[in-house]
């Protein structure tokens, strides 16, 4: 059973086309949700991490909020080097010395911004 | 500006073959985690050391894979025999404990085995 869920798989956006990704959960006992960024033949790269219901953090064009069940990422007036797959992982239950760090990752939406 | 290094980046390799996959975390890093990603499973966490020792390799295939420390400078993971469903994206990526939610990735390494 997927406990991470992405939607949409894929997003094409025009340029200054604002949009929002959609990442829902399953776990019990959320700890933290990461959002990270990937290109294409690279590593994913960290954005964000939400540990709270209603906690929202920006970072230039990108903003992720977090409700008990899922998390947002908005992308505002997105720019052609935005396009990549954005990633959604979540860690749960008590973190204990030895089980911090372990993420489970969603699918990613693969996001494309024409000019 | 630190980054993790891995090699090698790409590996073709034929069935039953060994495979080793190097990796280096960055320095101060005492945690380092190996994943894997495939279009069909996405990204997984196949195991994990923290100050070299192992803390959690539950994700990865114990009967052919391994995965050891054998310094703070470099981690390492082994498939032998190696199949054609190990083909993927392996990455290694590396953190630290009072930063434990920003896991810095390396550049992955593609292995093909035909």
């Known amino acids: 059973e997927d406990q991470v869920t992405q939607s949409p798989e894929a997003l094409r956006l025009q340029e200054g086309e604002s949009s929002s990704l959609n990442c829902s959960y399953t776990?019990?006992?959320?700890?933290?949700l990461f959002w990270y960024r990937q290109d294409p033949g690279k590593g994913p790269e960290f954005l964000f991490t939400?540990?709270?219901a209603g906690e929202e953090k920006e970072k230039e064009r990108l903003k992720a909020t977090l409700t008990k069940k899922e998390s947002f990422l908005h992308i505002t007036a997105p720019k052609p080097e935005d396009s990549a797959t954005y990633l959604c992982a979540v860690q749960e239950g008590l973190v204990t010395t030895d089980s911090w760090g372990k993420l489970q990752f969603g699918a990613g939406t693969q996001v494309v911004v024409t000019p | 500006d630190a980054r993790v290094t891995q090699t090698p980046r790409h590996k073709v390799t034929e069935m039953g073959q060994e495979v080793t996959m190097r990796c280096q975390p960055i320095l101060g890093h005492n945690t380092v985690f190996w994943y894997r990603q495939t279009m069909m499973q996405g990204l997984e966490l196949l195991a994990y050391f923290r100050n070299r020792a192992p803390l959690d390799d539950s994700g990865m295939p114990k009967d052919r894979f391994s995965a050891e420390m054998p310094d703070a400078t470099l981690a390492t993971l082994k498939i032998q025999p190696s199949e054609p469903r190990d083909s993927a994206v392996y990455f290694c990526a590396s953190g630290r404990r009072d930063r434990y939610n920003e896991q810095f990735f390396g550049p992955g390494t593609r292995l093909t085995v035909l």
């Open positions: 939400l540990y709270s």
């Open positions: 776990v019990s006992g959320l700890r933290g």
